[in-house]
Every structure is written in structure tokens, then in C-alpha cells.
């Protein structure tokens, strides 16, 4: 089955303690995207992906940095959570970087940051 | 300012309503311009995609006035399955590529029977 997965689910952490979120596609898609949502904020997004060893920011890369060594990885590293950082994440991809493909969202990590 | 602005409304309509939703964006040279879908909880999906000439799926028209900046999205014959939440999305970066891309803080609608 096509799909984005993410791990964990649910995190429950502590401030200033190193954690990665995962994000997986098997759809062979070259670009990746990052988002975390919040109410009355809406979907922002945080780093996104052309392709392999390509990455730039987008709207909020603070506090986030991210890789890309492969085709089907683009995880999430938060180096140093803070409570700021509490938010629904999502990861995307799509089939390539071209302005009209639509793009797959996994179902989401829930993350707290005590 | 925002760069992509909507009416978060709630919109709360009868089965067979017609409803209309509006999406305003900041940059002129925007390239690509999306509807998504977003039920409770749950990641959000494509809806449709906008086009210039404007563009419909069934029972959903998306426009787009590029003069006024924004784009809409209509929705007819409304049924109980399309209570969502619905995310205007746009491509603020010049250029034909996916890029930078910035979601609307979505429109509530909820259909009752």
C-alpha cells in the first residue's frame, strides 16, 4: 500500500531532550515536506525536500533541523525541545517538485514538550 | 499580515445547501493553488487543484481570480460527508516547482442533516 508513515504516534518528552521523528515513504517521491499544526495557526511549514541531499527552510525551521540521505527518509530532529515546540507534526511527499502534484500527508505525531 | 487568509467561518448548512468559501493570498507571482481536505484529527487530503481557467470535480468548482488574489472554492448539493475542514493552499514562491508552500488557517464546515 502507497503511504507516508511517521514515528512516533505520540511523544511525550522533556525539555532539552534530543528526540528525532521519522517519516517514510514507499512511493519512490523526490520531494518531502515537514508541518507542524496549531489552533488558530493552521499548517505551517517547517523544512521541506527536492530530492536526496537537498533541503531548504520553509516558513518555521527554528529549533528543527532535518536530512535527507535517502530517497524515502525525512526525519524530523529536534536537538534541544522546548515547551514551544509542543504541536501536531505532519509529514508530506509528493511525487516530484513540480508546482501542481499533490502531496501525501502521513497521519501525524503528537508531540508534548514538558 | 498573513499570507494566506481565510474565513475560519463555522459555516453550519442543511444537507443540500450550497456554500462558498473564500481564500486571499499576499503574493502576486504565487504559482500553484490547492484545496485540501481536513477531517478531525486526521492528516489533511486533497480536495482539488486550482487552475486558472477554473476547474470542477463533481459537485465542487474551484476558481481562480489572480487580478484580486484569491481563489474560491464552491461546494453544491452539500451532503453530511462533507463536514470537514477545508485548507486553502498556495505556493508563494516564483517558480514552476512545489517550493515554500503556506496553508490558509482552514475554513469549519459542518453539514446537517
Known amino acids: 500500500e502507497a503511504q507516508v508513515t511517521q514515528n512516533p504516534r505520540y511523544l511525550i518528552t522533556v525539555t532539552g531532550k534530543k528526540l528525532t521523528v521519522t517519516c517514510s515513504q514507499n512511493m519512490n517521491h523526490e520531494y518531502m515536506s515537514w508541518y507542524r499544526q496549531d489552533p488558530g495557526l493552521g499548517l505551517r511549514q517547517i523544512y521541506y525536500s527536492m530530492n536526496v541531499e537537498v533541503t531548504d527552510k520553509g516558513d518555521v525551521p527554528e529549533g528543527y533541523k532535518v536530512s535527507r540521505k535517502e530517497k524515502r527518509n525525512f526525519p524530523l530532529i529536534l536537538e534541544s525541545p522546548s515547551p514551544n515546540q509542543t504541536s501536531l507534526y505532519f509529514c508530506?511527499?509528493?511525487?516530484?517538485?513540480?508546482?501542481?502534484?499533490?502531496?501525501?500527508f502521513g497521519p501525524g505525531t503528537r508531540l508534548t514538550v514538558l | 499580515r498573513k499570507e494566506v487568509e481565510q474565513d475560519p467561518g463555522p459555516f453550519n448548512v442543511p444537507e443540500g445547501a450550497t456554500v462558498a468559501f473564500n481564500c486571499t493570498y499576499s503574493?502576486?507571482?504565487?504559482?500553484?493553488f490547492f484545496w485540501y481536505r481536513q477531517d478531525c484529527r486526521k492528516e489533511p487530503k486533497l480536495l482539488m487543484s486550482?487552475?486558472?481557467s477554473g476547474n470542477e470535480d463533481g459537485r465542487f468548482t474551484a476558481q481562480l481570480n489572480r487580478a484580486s488574489q484569491y481563489i474560491s472554492l464552491l461546494i453544491r448539493d452539500s451532503k453530511l460527508s462533507d463536514s470537514a475542514t477545508y485548507l486553502c493552499?498556495?505556493?508563494?514562491?516564483?517558480?514552476?516547482?512545489?517550493?515554500?508552500?503556506?496553508f490558509g488557517r482552514g475554513t469549519q464546515l459542518t453539514v446537517w442533516p
Open positions: 486550482v487552475y486558472s
Open positions: 493552499v498556495v505556493n508563494l514562491d516564483r517558480g514552476s516547482t512545489l517550493g515554500r508552500l503556506y
Open positions: 503574493n502576486s507571482a504565487s504559482q500553484s
Open positions: 508530506a511527499s509528493s511525487a516530484d517538485g513540480r508546482a501542481y502534484n499533490e502531496q501525501f
